[in-house]
């Protein structure tokens, strides 16, 4: 768009396309503002008239807005202006955002047009976006599969090319494991450098440290620039600082210096309950450590039992840094009689949030516990920091992205715990960037997590562009393709 190559009205009008015709089968869009984006995208291309002509004014617009005319989505959970911020909430079905979040308003200050929001899961809270507001949304990939949660309509919508990129929040993996599962990138931040004002529900005290606001895109070279954007203090968040790592670049990574770090028998480490990586995400593992390796950069395995108390540590800790409980956000009603009612199909709730509420109580009934819990995680924090401390160059942690590729719907209400392998590094202050390595043999995405010490965002990202550039990343789904190319 910047280079006139193509006008901002020509993109976003093939960016609505897709999106309207990827959504009947998806149903990952929730309010759509594809008007309202079509006008937006002929200003912008005015703009742009002028400056080639020598317009100072409009020249300066786009030292202002390096992205201006560039369309993108907003995850629903997200204030964005005038638009319903539901939450996947029935009871919320009124509210209207007064303004835009302040990771939203510094996109939109950027220059980028939101065509749509997206789907989630209710009230953000479990790992398959779906809820009776907007529905159910389906993997482009394969319909019968989950796209993830709870930012599952954003990957899959940007996964079918219905947007290019956009903004989710993660608080367990609610931006990695969406993007795993739909084949695209998504980075969690380090804790504390992208403001989480203006979203619903949003966390409070020390969990805001675990609920982080991040990108994602198709292509891992948007993930910097999306993050250099949201990130830094708003005023608001009172647990959001400077970034320190704001002025690294990825291309500066030298892998021939790197520590590339592997997990020994990661599934003996893992807790019980929790589905055990399958072959095929090891081997993923093992592609990645394997092509790093090849790059010149130092393979260490080390051994992190402090995983077998993850599921505890996250829950506990979790709790005790909030003083809301999920249950009072989703109801003042009798929860027992809630979850009677839903097996009558008379509940405005779903299953799911309806049991994390039933259960959230239960580890306070044994506050010492609690507190154990808490402290040992605490500890595994100050391990793990110590463990992706830079060894006279970046160091790598290379973690399984889920136990298996997508699972059909409704597959994780028997496998709860499963979000632990991406919920644990929330709780570490890490950042993480999920990257997709092309499609297994039933045609679902493959991927890794890739995790850094704390300000090297930077190191993450760089794995993810340099993964890319070896296995290909993104690999179109077939609703994404020209019907001459499928």
Known sequence: VRARTTSSRELVQAVVDQAIRANRSINALCVQLFEEALAQADEADATLRRAAEGDEGAAAVLEEKPFLGVPCTIKECFQVKGLANTSGMISRMGCVAPHHATAVQRLVDAGFIIIATTN????????????????????????????????????????????????????????????????????????????????????????????????????????????????????????????????????AVDWRHATILEVRDVNAQMPLGVTAASQDMLRACEQTLAHFESLGAKRETIDLPELGGSVNMWISMLALASDTPFASMLTDRSLVLEFFKWFAGASPHTLPAIVLAMTEFVPSLAPWLQRRHQAQGEAMRRRVHELLRGRGGPTLLVFPAHSTAAPPHNVPLGRPFNYIWTGVWNVMHVPVTQAPLGLDSDGLPRGVQLISGVHCDHVCVAAALELERAFGGWVPPPLALPANQK
């Open 120 to 251: 989630v899961s209710e009230l953000c809270m479990w790992y398959e976006s779906a809820n009776y507001v907007y529905g159910r949304t389906k993997n482009p990939y394969s319909p019968e599969r989950i796209v993830g949660g709870s930012s599952g309509g954003e990957a899959a919508c940007i996964a079918a090319c219905g947007s290019p990129c956009g903004v989710g929040s993660d608080i367990g993996g609610s931006i990695r494991m969406p993007a795993f599962f739909n084949g695209v990138f998504g980075h969690k931040p380090t804790a504390g450098i992208v403001p989480g004002t203006g979203q619903y529900p949003n966390a409070e005290g020390d969990a805001l440290l675990f609920l982080t606001t991040g990108p994602i895109a198709r292509h891992a070279e948007d993930l910097w620039p999306l993050l250099r954007i949201m990130a830094g203090p708003d005023g608001q968040d009172e647990r959001c600082g400077e970034w320190a790592g704001r002025e690294e670049e990825p291309a």
